[in-house]
């Protein structure tokens, strides 16, 4: 049906400019450039790049505008964030927002994970809620559950870091959080899916 | 739309499905093709365009011929100079393509023929293309430094192709005396991989300072500056005092020839350099098959349209990676895997016969210094004015004097960088 209605198209001489769309951003073109260091479709492979992929809009806008205008630390991502303009950061994100959050494949320690249960339950749940698993837009923290214990790692170090800049809002904080109770609860979020 | 433009889409709709083509009636995204697309070369571009095109439109007829069963990764391999890298990680076979719906086909290409759309391959089949990806990567300028040739690379190792070449010149640091020189020479530009010698000179004598703290490194180049300059020299300094020495083609670093037997390097104004391991990272210009196939510029190199990486000299070929001229972008495993999204996306809107969406360019690459000691360059892209430039103001290399911590992330950065775009390619 549609080859006949080509065909038409054709023998009356349509302008093709119905059919030959003018290029314009594009959230998958930029986005899928990004998977060289955060996988495909943002399902992470590697331990210290963050899976990106299934986190909200929302989320991923304002910390890509934030290191941009350099609010919040990082090694290469700044450098990076300065290539785009608003309009392109907003169509990446909203194609990472788009795909499914795929959960790193990693090892737990199942005793560490179970205290870190306890230490969640006390002191991030109220705000990372769910066991960490919480996907929403707007100001709600990023989900943990499943994310990559290296890449979490990385981000603790510079949230107990007062030269490493970043919007947490318990930055400053945490210098009471051993560092055991920090792996604990990184395990604890490795353990959930 | 011109007459003549009509007439190149007309010719272009006609090896495929007319209705998926058109997608009238439905989104873009809904418009299923029937094409046929060859892609010739399976390395960080090729592998990685395969892909894209078989995610963007299952029903796409892909071919990829690749000569080699395994892939070795360049990015990294210098860890196995260093010896802590092992090249079995860095090596990679094609199932995961074959997995995805891609027809993966081991052999060499003898001739493409653009007008009938035709590649050759070595054991005599010919398959038909509606669009063709080439992506050879570079092939040395042999007899360009006098007396280095093929044979001769089988005792002065290039190591610029990892695999056996990278276990050569592994063997023969090992082999070395304590006290030797190493020489590394380096071509002008443009190469594959700038930052690649001076993160090799590094790594050497990572092992150097373990096994041989005697020895010396000396950089031949034929250039006055090269990639992560300010970074480089600083990391040499801090972690390996005066062990490596870098000369410039100012300052005669220039070679001419070389002298096999005596592992000797010989520069342009007559100066001779006797290594006890002597590595040639020879001049570079596209794969063979882009020259055979009527793709190549004087230089040696693949001219295209930066929009879509289509070839300026033959219609429906598209050239990626280190082949191409690739504008600002550097010659880089990962400006070839954006560069293969580029061109998998024009070709998907080329057979769906609409206008590409605006492409995106992105190049992130890490060096090692040491284990823990990484350093990094970004670059973003645009299409201004028919070129390839940085978008102003963003990218660039990792701040000078940062503290250890800060190069230990980054190191351990490059090693991720390095799981995801392989698992990328063959995952």
């Known amino acids: 049906m549609r080859l006949h209605i080509t065909g038409v198209a054709f023998a009356i001489g349509l302008s093709f400019s119905a059919v030959t769309q003018a290029g314009g951003i594009s959230g998958s073109n930029l986005g899928n450039t990004c998977a060289g260091c955060h996988g495909v479709n943002g399902a992470s492979a590697g331990t210290t790049m963050p899976v990106i992929g299934g986190l909200p809009k929302s989320y991923i806008e304002t910390a890509m505008k934030q290191y941009r205008d350099g609010s919040r630390s990082a090694t290469v991502m700044g450098r990076i964030a300065k290539g785009y303009n608003d309009a392109q950061i907003a169509a990446m994100s909203e194609f990472f927002a788009r795909q499914a959050w795929v959960s790193a494949t990693q090892n737990v320690d199942a005793n560490l994970a179970k205290l870190g249960s306890t230490i969640h339950a006390g002191n991030c749940e109220n705000c990372h809620e769910k066991n960490g698993t919480v996907i929403a837009e707007g100001d709600a923290p990023p989900r943990l559950a499943g994310q990559w214990t290296a890449y979490l790692q990385l981000y603790m170090d510079g949230v107990n870091d007062p030269a490493w800049l970043n919007k947490h809002p318990k930055k400053g904080t945490f210098g009471k959080t051993t560092k055991s109770d920090v792996d604990a609860v990184l395990q604890f979020y490795a353990s959930q899916k | ?427």
């Open chain 2, 1 to 427: 739309m011109s007459n003549s433009n009509r007439r190149n889409f007309l010719k272009a709709i006609g090896g495929v499905s007319v209705a998926s083509v058109m997608g009238l009636g439905s989104s873009r995204a809904g418009a299923a093709v029937k094409a046929k697309v060859v892609i010739v070369g399976g390395g960080y571009g090729g592998a990685i365009a395969a892909r894209y095109l078989k995610m963007a439109e299952p029903g796409l007829e892909v071919v990829l011929i690749e000569k080699n069963k395994q892939y070795v990764s360049c990015p990294l391999s210098n860890t196995v100079l260093a010896g802590f890298g092992k090249l079995e990680d860095l090596t990679f076979g094609y199932d995961g393509l074959a997995r995805h719906g891609v027809t993966v086909v081991h052999d060499t290409v003898e001739s493409i023929d653009p007008q009938a759309r035709k590649v050759k391959i070595g054991g005599g089949k010919t398959f038909d293309y509606d669009r063709a990806i080439v992506a050879p990567g570079v092939d040395f300028k042999w007899g360009a430094v006098k007396g280095y040739d093929e044979a001769t690379s089988l005792t002065i190792p290039h190591a610029w192709k990892a695999g056996p070449q990278t276990t050569l010149l592994a063997n023969q640091l090992k082999s070395m005396k304590d006290g030797g020189v190493v020489i590394i020479t380096v071509p002008d530009n443009p190469f594959r991989c700038p930052p690649g010698p001076y993160e090799r000179a590094a790594l050497v004598a990572h092992y150097l300072k373990q096994h041989k703290p005697r020895s010396k490194i000396i950089i031949l180049d034929a250039k006055d500056k090269f990639s992560k300059q300010g970074l480089f020299t600083q990391g040499w300094k801090q972690t390996y005092g005066d062990m490596i020495e870098w000369v410039a083609a100012a300052k005669g670093g220039e070679i001419d020839a070389i002298d096999a037997a005596t592992r000797t390097a010989i520069s342009v104004v007559g100066t001779k350099y006797q290594a006890d391991v002597l590595n040639v990272i020879p001049p570079q210009h596209a794969g063979q098959i882009a020259h055979t196939a009527g793709l190549v510029n004087p230089k040696g190199w693949c001219p295209n349209n930066p929009v879509t990486f289509e070839s300026t000299l033959q219609k429906n070929i598209y050239v990626i990676g280190d082949a191409s001229v690739g504008g600002a972008m550097p010659k880089s495993g990962y400006g070839a895997n954006t560069q293969g999204k580029v061109a998998a996306a024009a070709i998907i809107a080329s057979l769906r016969g609409v206008e590409p969406d605006e492409s995106a360019y992105l190049n992130t690459c890490y060096s090692l210094i040491a284990p823990d000691y990484g350093i990094s360059v970004a670059g973003i892209y645009q299409v201004k004015d028919g070129q390839l430039i940085e978008v102003p103001g963003s990218g660039g290399v990792s701040p000078m004097d940062a503290s250890a911590a800060y190069r230990k992330v980054e190191a351990a950065h490059a090693h991720s960088w390095l799981r995801n775009i392989t698992a990328e390619m063959f995952g």
